[in-house]
């Protein structure tokens, strides 16, 4: 079965401080991995996402993500953190599992940063 | 415009209770979904539907049921309400790529349901 990880729960980093978040998974497949971000009361919505081609995945609001196939993993980073960054973070795999497309979720990290 | 929409934003009702929570999307997605996200914003999907399959969550207790009268909506509905019924419920579409897979989930704003 296909598991995500991820193993920083909380977070906490002052303004400007550089972020990585973890995210390894457990599925020996292709996979389409994400990153998604949860504001405070509101929707997850999409950071980036990673299907083929260059393993360093750029996306919104200054965040990357590189994936390492031999580690499984698919670590988040910012260089300099906002307090607007405050949120949680999800990271997602997508893949075949029994015939059938299937997506698993990280348990999240929460993310606080202190102005 | 409303990407995804859900209705109620909140729902408050008593043990025993049968409700509905309505998804619609305005995409043109050919999957939809129903997440559950509990106090830890644990979030584990639920179903997965297109015009195709319905897939279920077999860890999901059979009193959940998702109805879709059309392309564009996905509801939920849940028999005889327990008290671990109580959480925040995302629905969500994507459009299903070349490969099979899934793309980008697009979610809507979610309905946090309480049972008393």
């Known amino acids: 079965a296909q598991s995500v990880s991820q193993h920083n729960h909380h977070v906490i980093l002052s303004e400007a401080a550089s972020l990585e978040l973890g995210c390894n998974y457990s599925?020996?497949?292709?996979?389409?991995l994400f990153w998604y971000v949860q504001y405070p009361g509101q929707h997850l919505q999409l950071l980036l996402k990673?299907?083929?081609?260059?393993?360093l995945v750029k996306g919104i609001k200054g965040f990357e993500a590189e994936f390492i196939k031999s580690k499984f993993s698919f670590n988040l980073r910012k260089p300099s953190v906002q307090w607007s960054d405050t949120a949680e973070y999800f990271c997602?795999?997508?893949?075949?599992?029994?015939?059938?497309?299937?997506?698993?979720f990280g348990t999240g990290t929460k993310l606080q940063v202190i102005p | 415009d409303t990407a995804v929409s859900q209705t109620p934003k909140y729902l408050v009702t008593q043990m025993g209770n049968d409700k509905s929570i309505k998804c619609e999307q305005n995409?043109?997605?050919?999957?939809m979904y129903w997440y559950k996200q509990d106090s830890k914003k644990f979030l584990k999907i639920m179903f997965s539907?297109?015009?195709?399959?319905?897939?279920i969550n077999e860890t999901v207790p059979n009193r959940f049921s998702p109805k879709s009268p059309d392309k564009a909506h996905l509801n939920l509905h849940i028999n005889s309400l327990e008290l671990g019924d109580s959480a925040v419920y995302f629905c969500?579409?994507?459009?299903?790529?070349?490969?099979?897979?899934?793309?980008?989930?697009?979610f809507g704003p979610g309905t946090r349901l309480t049972v008393l």
């Open positions: 969500a579409s994507s459009q299903e790529r070349l490969a099979g897979s899934w793309d980008t989930q697009y």
């Open positions: 599925y020996g497949g292709t996979v389409n």
């Open positions: 990673y299907f083929s081609g260059d393993p």
């Open positions: 997602a795999v997508n893949a075949a599992s029994g015939g059938y497309q299937k997506v698993t």
């Open positions: 995409l043109g997605h050919d999957t």
């Open positions: 539907y297109n015009n195709k399959e319905l897939i």
